[in-house]
C-alpha cells in the first residue's frame, strides 16, 4: 500500500518567514496530493491539493509542488502569519478503483509554529 | 465546501458499553465514508472505508467485531465501539466523498472512556 513520509515534525518560523514541509509517497499510481490544516481538537479542513497532471500550484500565500519521477511534492507558506500555526498534513490517493476505494494516506505531520 | 455533520462531538462512556457515532453528508451523497482514529500530537490513521449497501473494508489491525460499521444509506455512515475500553479512548474523524471528489471531513468525535 502507500506510504507516506513528512519533514519535518515541527517547525517554528518568525512571523514573515517563509516555511516549507515536505513529503514523499512511495505508490506511482497516487495521483491526488491534499494538504490539510488542523487545529487543536479540530477537523483537518483542506488548503490546497494537486494533481498529478499539474507541476505547481499557487493560491495566495500558500503553494504546493509536486516532483512525479522523486515522488515527493512540498507545500510552501510565504509571509507567514501567528494564525497559521496549526498541524499540518500532507496525503496522497490514487484513483478509486480495485480495493483502495481511492482512500487517502496521510503523512505523520508537522507542527508549525510562528512566532509574532 | 460540502458539509459532513458528526455527532456526537464529545462523549463519555463506562468502560464496557458502547458508542455510536454518526456522520452525515448533508448535501452531497458520499458514496465513500472513511473512518480515521487519531491519537494525540499523531496523524490521522485509516481504520476502514464503508460504500453504500456493503460491507466495510477494515484496514490491517483493526478489528471490525470491536468497531462496527454501518453506510445504510448515501447520506448516513456510522461507526459504533462496542465493548469500550479506555485504551479505545481517542479522536474519531469520518470523511466522506463522492467519485473522485476532495474529501470533506466531519468535525470529529472526542470519545473518552472511564
Known amino acids: 500500500g502507500e506510504n507516506v513520509e513528512q519533514h519535518p515534525s515541527t517547525l517554528s518560523v518568525q512571523e514573515g518567514d517563509s516555511a516549507v514541509i515536505k513529503c514523499t509517497y512511495s505508490?506511482?499510481?497516487?495521483?491526488?496530493f491534499p494538504w490539510y490544516k488542523q487545529e487543536l481538537g479540530k477537523r483537518p479542513q483542506l488548503i490546497i491539493d494537486?494533481?498529478?497532471?499539474?507541476g505547481e500550484k499557487k493560491d495566495q500565500r500558500i503553494a504546493v509542488t509536486l516532483n512525479k519521477t522523486a515522488k515527493h511534492f512540498s507545500l510552501h507558506i510565504t509571509e507567514t502569519q501567528p494564525e497559521d500555526s496549526a498541524v499540518y498534513f500532507c496525503?496522497?490517493?490514487?484513483?478509486?478503483?480495485?480495493?483502495?476505494?481511492?482512500?487517502?494516506?496521510f503523512g505523520q505531520g508537522t507542527i508549525l509554529t510562528v512566532h509574532p | 465546501g460540502a458539509v459532513v455533520s458528526q455527532h456526537p462531538s464529545w462523549v463519555i462512556c463506562k468502560s464496557g458499553t458502547s458508542v455510536k457515532i454518526e456522520c452525515r453528508s448533508l448535501?452531497?451523497?458520499?458514496?465513500?465514508m472513511f473512518w480515521y482514529r487519531q491519537f494525540p500530537k499523531q496523524s490521522l490513521m485509516l481504520m476502514a472505508t464503508?460504500?453504500?449497501?456493503?460491507?466495510?473494508?477494515?484496514e490491517q489491525g483493526v478489528e471490525k467485531d470491536k468497531f462496527l460499521i454501518n453506510h445504510a444509506s448515501l447520506t448516513l455512515s456510522t461507526l459504533t465501539v462496542t465493548s469500550a475500553h479506555p485504551e479505545d479512548s481517542s479522536f474519531y474523524i469520518c470523511?466522506?466523498?463522492?467519485?473522485?471528489?476532495?474529501?470533506?471531513f466531519g468535525q470529529g468525535t472526542r470519545l473518552t472512556v472511564v
Open positions: 470523511s466522506a466523498r463522492d467519485l473522485d471528489t476532495e474529501a470533506f
Open positions: 505508490d506511482s499510481a497516487s495521483n491526488y
Open positions: 494537486i494533481r498529478s497532471n499539474v
Open positions: 496525503a496522497a490517493r490514487a484513483n478509486a478503483g480495485g480495493t483502495s476505494y481511492g482512500k487517502l494516506t
Open positions: 448535501d452531497f451523497q458520499a458514496t465513500t
Open positions: 464503508s460504500n453504500e449497501g456493503s460491507k466495510a473494508t477494515y
